[in-house]
C-alpha cells in the first residue's frame, strides 16, 4: 500500500470543552466567582473531508466522504427535546484519531489553569503549542479559548431537589478551545484563522457549532503550503485576508511569530546567555532562569561577538507605533494587516541577520577542527583558541544538543546562509588564511597590529615562555573571530523580492464535485502566472510550478502532478520534494502507469525514483564524534585516519611518509603513547607560535603575509649571539640584548649549506655553514645538538623554494613546510640518537633534488606563468578533467566581485573555483552528482552548463554558486556543448548538447526547453563545433551536418586507410581549411583539408609522445596535450606540444605535469590553461606568444 500524500496546512482541529453531563452536574455549584473544571475532548476533525473516487484506492487524493472526526457517544437526552426528532444519524462509532496526535494531555495543554464556567463573558485568548515526539519530530498547535453562553434547554433539565425551576436561569458562561494542529510553524496565521472561526462561532447557534468547526476545518485543509522561497499564498476567511508565508531554506521552518518580542521583554544580557537546563521565563518580570535555582550564574556570551551585536540591537526599530507616528490612517483593515506585515517582515529579515552575525562571529573559525572526511571536532583544541574570559560560555555550549546539531548541519552542508555571511564577512587576512594550510600561525601583519604591547617584546629576548606549564597564556593570538576586533560591516543584504498568489474563494468544503471545481480554478490561476512570468525568472517559475503539482495532486490528477514536480529539474531542483515524488509514485494506478509510460517526460523520472528506491541503502552514521587519542596500537590506515582527525596533517602522501619516520627500526605500528606524544608536541609547537610576538624592529624587515614557523634556541654565530627564525621566505637573526634583525639569506638565495665544526676551549661543537649567492662571507652558528635537525630543514625549505621558483608552483614552499615541521616534531617526540634519521625520511624534496634534475627546459620555464593546486583541500590529488575561464566584468553588484574565474572540474564530480587575479581558492566543492565531468559551458556570466557522465545537464548560478537546475533529457553521458548567437530571434542565444549515444538537442536558453533533437548514426559521439553548419567528431568519423541534422560531408575513420582504431580530438581551424585529428592509440595527427575532405590528410607525428588526449586552437597554432609515457627520474608523463598551423613543425616542446594532460583551455587566446590526471592533478598556466 502506497502512504498516504501529506497534508497541507490542517493536520488536525481539537475542539476541547465540557460534556453535557459534565456541565449540568457543575451548573448547580456555579456562583459569582468562576468554577475550575477538567476539560475534555469533544471533537477532533481531520483530513480527508472529501475524495474524487474509490476511498479504498492506496495514495488517493486528501478528501474523502467520511470525515477523519473522533468523536465521544453521545445519548439522546444530550440533545434539546425539540431537536431531537431533527438531529442527524447520532454517531456511534469512534473514527480514526490521526496517528502522531496524543490526546491524553492536549485538554489540559489547551486549558493550562483549568476550564472555567462564569456568570460573566470572558475574553477570548490564544497561546501556542509546540508537541515533540520521541524522534524530535514536531507538530506545532495554536489555541482559541472563548466563551459560549450555556444553552437554555441545560437549565430546563436541571432539577433542585427534585423540582424544576420555576425562576429564569442565570447567564451561564462556558470555556470552549479550538486548537489547530498543523505540521508547520504557523503560528500567526492559523491565529488570523481562528479569529476569522472566532467571528462565525459569536453569532451561530450552539448546535451548528460544530457544522461550523468541520467546515471551517475543512476550508484550511484546502490551503497548500507554499514552497521555499519568495512566493506566499493569500487567502480570505471572512473577513480577513490572510497570508501564509513560505520558508526561506528548506531545511529550516517558516518564520511566523514577532520575532522582536524578546527585544521588547528582555535586555541584550538575558538574550545572550547559554544554557541546556530548563528554562524559566517570566514575561513579566523580564528575567531568565534555571530550573531549581533563581541564582543561576549563567555564562556570558563572548564579550566582542556580544558587543557587536548590542550595538546592532540599538539601530533595530522595533515599535511600530513609531513607524507610522507619521502616515495617515487607514480604514480598511486587511490593508492596515498588510501594512504591519510588511513591516513585520522587514524587521524579522534584520534580527535574523544580526542573530545570524552573532553565531557567525563566536564559531566564525569551527572549520579549523572539524574534519569533514571523518566527521570528527577537536573540542579541547577549539576551547584552547577561546578568550579566557569566554571559556566558560564555550564550554557549556559545546556539550549542548544543539551545538552538535549546529556542526552535522554544517558537515551536511545545510547551513548555506551560515556559510554566506562568513565568506562575505571575512576580512582580506581571513581571506588569505583560509587559502592556506597553516592557519595556526601568526602573520607579521597580526603582530604588527599587536606590536604595542611591549612586554611580550621584551622578554623574545631572554627565552620563550615555557611550554611545559599548565596554565593558561594570558592572552591568545590566533585567528579566533573573537580575539580580534569584530570589523565594522554593513549588513545591507538585500530583501529577496516577495510574490503573493491569491487563492480562489473557498467552495462549499464538504462538497466533493464544488471542491473538484475549487482545485480547476486553482489551476487556471496557476496557468495564468506561469505564462505572465518571464522565462528568465525561473526560481518564481519554479515556484508556481511546485504549486501547480501540489494542486494536481490533490485534485488526484496524479500524473499532472509529476509532470509540474519534473519541471522543476529546469527551473529550481532545490525544492525538488522527493518524499512526496515517491509517494506519488507508488500511489499510480495501473492505467496511469500504462499512461506515464507513453509521456516521453515521465519515463526518466518515474525510473529515477524506482532506481532510487531499489537501491536505498541504510542510512550512515551522520553524528559528529568528538577528537579522542587512539587507544591501541594503530597500523599505516587506522594512523591515516587518526592524523587526519586530529588535523596534523591531511595529505595521505605526507602521512604515510611521516608513518615510515615513527618506525623507523621498529614494528610497523604506531603506540597510542607514541601517537599521544606526537600530538601534544605538535599542538605546542602551535601554541608557542600563537604566542610569540617579535620587537617592532624586526616586524619593519620582514613582509606582512610572513609567519615565523621555527625558532632556535639562542646560539653563538658570525653575526652575533641570538635565535635563528625561520619563515617560509627567509631565515633572521633575532639578535640578544637589545633585540635585532639580522637576515641571513632567502632560501631561493642559498648556494650552499654543510655541517662544519667549531672549536671552544678543547671541544668540537656542531655548527651550520649557510653561503648565500648575493654575499661574500659564509653564515655560521653553533647549533650544538640542533645542527643536524636545522640542517634538515633549511635543506628541505631551500629545495621547496627550488621547485616553486622553477615549477611557478608556491604550494612546493607549503608542502616542505609541512615536512619540516613534521621532521621537528619528530626529533622531540622521539628523543633518541635515530631520531634525525627518522626524520630525514620526511625530507621529500631534498631527496628529489638529488634523484631529479632540477633543472627546467628554457621553452617550458618561459612559457610557463604559474601553477595552482585544485585539490588543495582534499586528502590526495584529484584529476582535472574539464577547464573553463570566465572573463571578468566591469559592472560590479553586491553578489559578484568582477573578477574573471578560472572553473575546474574534477575526477570526483566536483567543481572548485578560482579567482583567476590572486590565483585563491574562491569556492571549494560544489557538488554536482557522483560522476565524472565531461565539458562545461559559461552562458551570460551568470550561468554554467556542466555534462556528466551520468547523462545529467547540471546548471550552475555563477553568482550563488549552487547547482538549482538539470536537464534530463539525454540518455547517454554528456560529451559536449556549442553555443550559436541568434540575431533573429526573441531568444539571443541557443545551445547544441550531444551525447555519447550520438543524441544532439537543441536548447532554448530562456526556457531550457527542447527546441528540436536528432540521432546520428556513430560509434560514441565526443565533439560537437558550429561554423555556420555543425560538425560533429565521433570515435569513427568527423561529420559536417546542416542545423537540423542533415548530413553533408563525412570523413570515416574505415574508408582513410590510417592506421589508428579510434579518433581522440577533432579541432576544427577553418580560418586555414584544415581540420585536425588525433588518435586515442597513437602519436600521429591528420590535418584535413575542408576544402576536399576526400584528399589524403597531411600526418605529423609528435615526439616521444604515446596517445593525444587533449588538443585546442589557440590563434595560429594548435595545443596539443599528452601522454608522454615518461620514464626514469625526470617523472615528467603529460607533455604539450605547440605547432604552428602553417608550417605543421612543432614550436615549443612544454614538459607539463607529472601525469598525462587531461585537458587544454585558451583564456582569450593570452593565455593556456592545462589540467592533469590525478598523480599530478595540478593546473598549469602558461603564456601564449
Known amino acids: 500500500?502506497?502512504?498516504?500524500?501529506?497534508?497541507?496546512?490542517?493536520?488536525?482541529?481539537?475542539?476541547?470543552?465540557?460534556?453535557?453531563?459534565?456541565?449540568?452536574?457543575?451548573?448547580?455549584?456555579?456562583?459569582?466567582?468562576?468554577?475550575?473544571?477538567?476539560?475534555?475532548?469533544?471533537?477532533?476533525?481531520?483530513?480527508?473531508?472529501?475524495?474524487?473516487?474509490?476511498?479504498?484506492?492506496?495514495?488517493?487524493?486528501?478528501?474523502?466522504?467520511?470525515?477523519?472526526?473522533?468523536?465521544?457517544?453521545?445519548?439522546?437526552?444530550?440533545?434539546?427535546?425539540?431537536?431531537?426528532?431533527?438531529?442527524?444519524?447520532?454517531?456511534?462509532?469512534?473514527?480514526?484519531?490521526?496517528?502522531?496526535?496524543?490526546?491524553?494531555?492536549?485538554?489540559?495543554?489547551?486549558?493550562?489553569?483549568?476550564?472555567?464556567?462564569?456568570?460573566?463573558?470572558?475574553?477570548?485568548?490564544?497561546?501556542?503549542?509546540?508537541?515533540?515526539?520521541?524522534?524530535?519530530?514536531?507538530?506545532?498547535?495554536?489555541?482559541?479559548?472563548?466563551?459560549?453562553?450555556?444553552?437554555?434547554?441545560?437549565?430546563q433539565e436541571r432539577m433542585l431537589n427534585g423540582h424544576r425551576l420555576s425562576s429564569k436561569p442565570p447567564q451561564i458562561y462556558s470555556a470552549y478551545g479550538i486548537c489547530i494542529i498543523s505540521k508547520h510553524p504557523y503560528y500567526n496565521t492559523l491565529k488570523d484563522c481562528l479569529s476569522s472561526l472566532l467571528c462565525r462561532l459569536k453569532i451561530c447557534k450552539n448546535t451548528d457549532m460544530e457544522e461550523e468547526v468541520k467546515e471551517f476545518c475543512a476550508k484550511l485543509a484546502l490551503v497548500p503550503i507554499p514552497p521555499p522561497g519568495q512566493l506566499h499564498v493569500m487567502f480570505t476567511l471572512s473577513p480577513l485576508t490572510i497570508v501564509l508565508p513560505s520558508r526561506e531554506d528548506k531545511n529550516y521552518p517558516v518564520i511566523d511569530l514577532d520575532l522582536h518580542l524578546p527585544l521588547l521583554c528582555f535586555e541584550s544580557r538575558e538574550l545572550l546567555q547559554e544554557t541546556d537546563d530548563l528554562i524559566l521565563i517570566n514575561i513579566d518580570e523580564g528575567t531568565v532562569c534555571c530550573s531549581g535555582s533563581n541564582d543561576v550564574d549563567l555564562p556570558e556570551a563572548p564579550h566582542t561577538a556580544a558587543q557587536c551585536f548590542k550595538s546592532r540591537r540599538k539601530v533595530l526599530q522595533i515599535h511600530y507605533d513609531l513607524e507610522v507616528l507619521y502616515r495617515g490612517i487607514c480604514s480598511d483593515v486587511n490593508e492596515l494587516r498588510m501594512r504591519r506585515r510588511h513591516w513585520q517582515h522587514g524587521l524579522n529579515r534584520d534580527i535574523q541577520n544580526i542573530t545570524l552575525e552573532l553565531i557567525v562571529n563566536m564559531f566564525r573559525d569551527v572549520d579549523d577542527h572539524l574534519n569533514y572526511e571523518h566527521r570528527v571536532f577537536n573540542t579541547d583544541e577549539f576551547l584552547k583558541t577561546r578568550e579566557p574570559a569566554d571559556q566558560a560560555f564555550y564550554k557549556k555550549v559545546l556539550e549542548t544538543h544543539i551545538f552538535h546539531s549546529f556542526l552535522k548541519d554544517h558537515l551536511n552542508g545545510k547551513l548555506k546562509a551560515f556559510t554566506r555571511m562568513e565568506r562575505n564577512t571575512r576580512t582580506e587576512d581571513q581571506k588569505r588564511k583560509a587559502s592556506m594550510d597553516f592557519s595556526h600561525r601568526r602573520t607579521i601583519k597580526e603582530m604588527k597590529n599587536d606590536c604595542q604591547d611591549s612586554s611580550l617584546s621584551k622578554r623574545l629576548g631572554t627565552s620563550l615562555p615555557n611550554l611545559g606549564d599548565e596554565t593558561q597564556p594570558s592572552s591568545l593570538k590566533q585567528t579566533s573571530p573573537t580575539s580580534p576586533t569584530i570589523p565594522e560591516i554593513t549588513l545591507n543584504i538585500p530583501a529577496r523580492p516577495v510574490k503573493m498568489f491569491k487563492l480562489a474563494h473557498f467552495p462549499p468544503p464538504l462538497s466533493c464535485y464544488h471542491v473538484s471545481l475549487y482545485f480547476g480554478d486553482l489551476v487556471l490561476l496557476l496557468n495564468k502566472a506561469i505564462t505572465t512570468t518571464p522565462p528568465d525568472d525561473s526560481s518564481l517559475l519554479a515556484r508556481y510550478y511546485y504549486l501547480r503539482g501540489l494542486v494536481n495532486m490533490l485534485n488526484s490528477k496524479r500524473l499532472d502532478a509529476l509532470s509540474d514536480f519534473q519541471t522543476l529539474y529546469k527551473t529550481d531542483i532545490e525544492i525538488f520534494p522527493h518524499e512526496l515524488v515517491r509517494v506519488l509514485v507508488d500511489s499510480l494506478q495501473v492505467e496511469e502507469k500504462s499512461q506515464a509510460e507513453k509521456r516521453s517526460e515521465l519515463r526518466p523520472l518515474i525510473s529515477k525514483v524506482r532506481t532510487n528506491d531499489k537501491s536505498e541503502r541504510v542510512d550512515s552514521d551522520d553524528r559528529v564524534k568528538k577528537f579522542q587519542l587512539p587507544r591501541t596500537p594503530m597500523q599505516l590506515e587506522e594512523f591515516v585516519r587518526c592524523t587526519q582527525e586530529s588535523g596534523i596533517v591531511r595529505d595521505v602522501a605526507t602521512t604515510q611518509r611521516l608513518f615510515e619516520a615513527l618506525t623507523v627500526g621498529e614494528q610497523k605500528q604506531i603506540d597510542p603513547e607514541m601517537f599521544r606524544v606526537l600530538y601534544t608536541y605538535w599542538k605546542e609547537s602551535e601554541a608557542e607560535a600563537q604566542d610569540l610576538q617579535l620587537p617592532a624592529e624586526v616586524l619593519e624587515h620582514l613582509d606582512n603575509s610572513e609567519c615565523v614557523y621555527k625558532l632556535s634556541s639562542s646560539v653563538k654565530t658570525s653575526y652575533g649571539v641570538g635565535k635563528i627564525a625561520m619563515t617560509q621566505k627567509r631565515l633572521f637573526l633575532l639578535t640578544t640584548g637589545r633585540p635585532g634583525y639580522v637576515e641571513i639569506t632567502k632560501f631561493r638565495d642559498i648556494e650552499d649549506l654543510k655541517i662544519s665544526t667549531a672549536s671552544f676551549l678543547l671541544l668540537r661543537i656542531p655548527s651550520l655553514k649557510i653561503k648565500n649567492r648575493l654575499k661574500k662571507e659564509k653564515f655560521e652558528a653553533n647549533l650544538k645538538s640542533e645542527c643536524d635537525l636545522w640542517n634538515l630543514m633549511v635543506k628541505e625549505m631551500w629545495a621547496g623554494r627550488i621547485m616553486a621558483d622553477n615549477h611557478k608552483d608556491p604550494q612546493y614552499v607549503q608542502q616542505a613546510l609541512t615536512n619540516v615541521l613534521l621532521m621537528d616534531t619528530v626529533v622531540g617526540c622521539l628523543q633518541t640518537q635515530k631520531a634525525v634519521l627518522a626524520a630525514s625520511k620526511l625530507a621529500y624534496y631534498e631527496k628529489l633534488r638529488h634523484e631529479v634534475p632540477m633543472i627546467i627546459p628554457r621553452p617550458t620555464a618561459e612559457t610557463l606563468k604559474h601553477k595552482i593546486n585544485p585539490s588543495e583541500n582534499m586528502r590526495s590529488p584529484q584529476s582535472v578533467d574539464v577547464l573553463l575561464f570566465i572573463p571578468g566584468q566591469l559592472t560590479l553588484s553586491a553578489d559578484l566581485d568582477g573578477n574573471p574565474k578560472l572553473w575546474c572540474a574534477l575526477g570526483c564530480g566536483k567543481v572548485v573555483v578560482f579567482d583567476a587575479v590572486s590565483w585563491t581558492l574562491q569556492q571549494n566543492c560544489i557538488h554536482v552528482g557522483d560522476s565524472p565531468l565531461n565539458c562545461m559551458m559559461g552562458l551570460d556570466q551568470e550561468q554554467l552548463w556542466i555534462g556528466s557522465q551520468d547523462s545529467v545537464i547540471y546548471i550552475i548560478n555563477t553568482r550563488s554558486m549552487l547547482c538549482h537546475k538539470q536537464l534530463t533529457e539525454h540518455r547517454g553521458e554528456v560529451t559536449d556543448f556549442a553555443l550559436e548567437k541568434l540575431n533573429h530571434s526573441l531568444s539571443p542565444v541557443q545551445v547544441f548538447s550531444c551525447s555519447a549515444d550520438g543524441t544532439v538537442i537543441v536548447w532554448d536558453v530562456p526556457t531550457l526547453k527542447v527546441k528540436r533533437q536528432f540521432h546520428l548514426t556513430c560509434d560514441r559521439l565526443q565533439s560537437i563545433q558550429i561554423h555556420d553548419t555543425l560538425w560533429c567528431g565521433a570515435s569513427d568519423c568527423v561529420m559536417e551536418l546542416r542545423q537540423n541534422g542533415c548530413l553533408l560531408r563525412k570523413i570515416s575513420l574505415l574508408d582513410a586507410n590510417i592506421q589508428a582504431s579510434v579518433f581522440s580530438r577533432i579541432t576544427l581551424h577553418l580560418e586555414r581549411k584544415q581540420i585536425w585529428t588525433s588518435f586515442a592509440d597513437s602519436a600521429e595527427l591528420c590535418i584535413w583539408d575542408t576544402s576536399d575532405l576526400t584528399k589524403a590528410p597531411k600526418q605529423v607525428t609528435l615526439p616521444g609522445c604515446c596517445r593525444v588526449t587533449c588538443m585546442i586552437k589557440v590563434k595560429d597554432q594548435v595545443w596539443i596535450g599528452c601522454n608522454s609515457g615518461g620514464t626514469g627520474l625526470r617523472k615528467v608523463v603529460g607533455k604539450i606540444f605547440v605547432l604552428d598551423s602553417d608550417s605543421l613543425m612543432v614550436e615549443k616542446e612544454l614538459e607539463a605535469h607529472e601525469d598525462c594532460v587531461q585537458t587544454l583551455f585558451s583564456a582569450e587566446d593570452r593565455y593556456v590553461f592545462s589540467g592533469s590526471a590525478s598523480l599530478d592533478g595540478k593546473i598549469a598556466i602558461w603564456r601564449v606568444d
Not at 453531563?21 to 476533525?45: C, Y
Not at 495514495?59 to 426528532?85: C, E, L, W, Y
Open 1 to 155: 500500500m502506497a502512504e498516504p500524500l501529506p497534508s497541507g496546512l490542517l493536520e488536525a482541529c481539537v475542539v476541547v470543552g465540557l460534556s453535557s453531563d459534565t456541565l449540568k452536574e457543575s451548573l448547580l455549584q456555579v456562583n459569582e466567582s468562576p468554577l475550575l473544571l477538567d476539560p475534555e475532548v469533544l471533537q477532533v476533525h481531520a483530513p480527508p473531508f472529501v475524495t474524487k473516487g474509490r476511498i479504498n484506492e492506496p495514495g488517493m487524493g486528501r478528501f474523502s466522504h467520511t470525515q477523519r472526526r473522533f468523536s465521544f457517544i453521545k445519548k439522546k437526552n444530550d440533545r434539546p427535546p425539540d431537536n431531537a426528532g431533527k438531529a442527524k444519524e447520532e454517531a456511534t462509532e469512534d473514527f480514526n484519531v490521526p496517528k502522531d496526535l496524543d490526546l491524553a494531555a492536549l485538554p489540559q495543554l489547551c486549558f493550562p489553569g483549568g476550564l472555567s464556567i462564569s456568570q460573566e463573558q470572558q475574553e477570548e485568548q490564544f497561546h501556542f503549542l509546540v508537541f515533540t515526539d520521541v524522534f524530535g519530530n514536531q507538530s506545532h498547535g495554536v489555541v482559541l479559548q472563548y466563551y459560549r453562553p450555556v444553552q437554555k434547554w441545560i437549565f
